[in-house]
């Protein structure tokens, strides 16, 4: 027979409303009696019945995870870092890719809240930095934490994680210049993305901090994907003084655009150095191997998940916390010929 939660009660001794309030992790609890409850619950092999929760009361037991990203990859990590905090927490996951430039979007987000009662929501680029789907979130009241590119948080209130790209872009900008590159170009991603214009900045911060010359021709705008990368490096390839660095918006362009240098009989790295961002399998699976900056994405999504879920239950998380990325040397990159 399944195993039900009066079954529990009655094993650790307690009633059925303090075992519910120890299984949906409530405060106030003493130590002594959660140590009880979960004794019994391992003992029985109780699992909770998601669904009665949510219908049994108010409070719901379902994350949301919104987004509209093309790189598989992000998706994957960002998804089992929430599935992981949820797992810990008692909580269940619901997926929702989206069109972020939809006319509709704000009405689609909203209702899809109401009709799935959700707890939360954790948002990721380009619809964390969007100022109207923020506000028709807050008016309906909806707990979320936004997943966003910056090195600290706005003036607007609520849970944020925050990525220092910018940071992460002058490191494998300067790791370029330390090896004596002087000629380095740019190979943009998405520019509705905050992050694209974060690592553009960063990009133009180390050459001015190195008092190297910012050629616009060498900055092609391209979207996060591998075809953006083929094209962008074809129109680098193409030029009368071609550059030996390319600093790629994300691994899948960088992947891209060495494919691109490779079909042009250039050897990378002795002909142009390739670096990307993100420290995706992209960085992994190419040859060489690309030199990238690693981007914890699961870990990220883990404590972003962490915080919804902490002030879901009025535990007063931290408000944002903030993730630098590293460059990480691999073979895509040396010093130049000459």
């Known amino acids: ?191 509705h993305h905050e992050s694209t214009k974060e690592r553009l900045a960063g990009y133009r911060q180390a050459l001015t901090e190195n008092r190297l010359p910012i050629n616009e021709k060498n900055i092609i705008e391209g979207q996060y994907s591998f075809e953006a990368g083929v094209e962008g490096a074809n129109k680098l390839i193409e030029l009368e003084h071609r550059p030996t660095a390319i600093v790629a918006c994300n691994d899948e362009i960088a992947a891209g655009a060495l494919f691109a240098a490779r079909l042009a009989g250039l050897d990378i790295p002795a002909d142009l150095s390739i670096v990307g961002f993100e420290d995706s399998p992209f960085s992994r699976q190419t040859w060489p191997k690309l030199t990238t900056v690693h981007q914890p994405n699961e870990r990220i999504a883990q404590i972003a998940t962490e915080l919804l879920i902490a002030k879901r239950r009025e535990q007063h998380p931290v408000m944002s916390r903030v993730f630098t990325p590293e460059p990480v040397i691999r073979d895509s990159s040396a010093i130049p010929k000459g």
């Open 1 to 191: 027979m399944k195993v039900t939660i009066n079954d529990v009660a009655k094993h650790a001794g307690v009633s059925i409303k303090t075992v519910s309030r120890v299984t949906n992790c409530e405060p106030s609890v003493k130590q002594a009696t959660i140590d009880k409850v979960n004794e019994a619950i391992k003992f029985l092999n109780y699992q909770p019945n998601l669904a009665a929760r949510n219908l049994a009361g108010t409070k719901s037991y379902v994350i949301g995870f919104i987004y509209d990203n093309p790189n598989a990859y992000y998706i994957i990590d960002m998804q089992n870092g929430i599935l992981s905090a949820c797992k810990d927490q008692g909580y269940e996951l619901l997926i929702h890719p989206c069109n972020a430039k939809s006319a509709n979007i704000c009405e689609e987000l909203t209702t899809m809240v109401k009709h799935a009662r959700l707890a939360g929501l954790v948002l990721t680029p380009p619809l964390s930095e969007d100022p109207d789907i923020l506000k028709a979130l807050d008016a309906i009241e909806a707990n979320y934490v936004r997943i966003i590119a910056g090195e600290q948080a706005g003036a607007e209130p609520g849970l944020t994680v925050l990525v220092n790209d910018r940071h992460g872009a002058v490191a494998i900008t300067q790791h370029l210049i330390d090896l004596g590159h002087k000629d380095i170009a740019f190979l943009s991603g998405d520019h």
